[in-house]
């Protein structure tokens, strides 16, 4: 099975764009070109740019806040294979984890944020001991998603 989040990455950068040029062109109609009058719906015009100032903020940082990453998994081959990078407002480096199968020893799901920030740590045995790898933050996923990597997961997973 492989897949990717790239969609809802894709759906999240529009998102923001939008929001920047709804943001800029109300900046310019009210402050440049004065087309707006004041106060519109009996709010001043202070109160209309911290109103739009705030929700421009939470559409640009939700996705730093809930660590939001473009996530691609697969197990088609000998390896489990998870890339991953941050998707917020500035991408973040590519990272990869590739773990062979027969040494997979296991997952463990942590949630924060009232389970709004969900990310997932691997583990890996080797003669010496366990491995843990670096928590890949599976936020961004569709509840079907996590669903479809947590099957996955349980089928390499052999109890001990």
Known sequence: MTFDNSKTIISLRI???LATIIFLAYVVL????????FPLLGISDTAWTLILVAIYLFIAFLPVILSYQ???YSDDSEKIVFRYFTAGIVGGRKNSI???????????????????K?????????NEGVATYPPVYISAL????????????????KPE
Request: cysteine-free; glycine content about 4%; charged content about 30%.
């Open 142 to 157: 569709s509840r079907e998603e996590k669903s479809k990597i947590i099957k996955s997961l349980n089928l390499f997973t």
């Open 15 to 17: 998102k923001l764009f």
């Open 70 to 72: 473009f996530v691609s």
């Open 98 to 116: 590739e773990i062979d199968k027969r040494s997979f020893s296991g997952y463990k799901i942590e949630s924060s944020l009232l389970g709004l």
């Open 118 to 126: 969900q990310k997932i740590t691997l583990f890996q045995r080797f």
């Open 30 to 37: 009210t402050y440049v070109a004065k087309l707006i009058n």
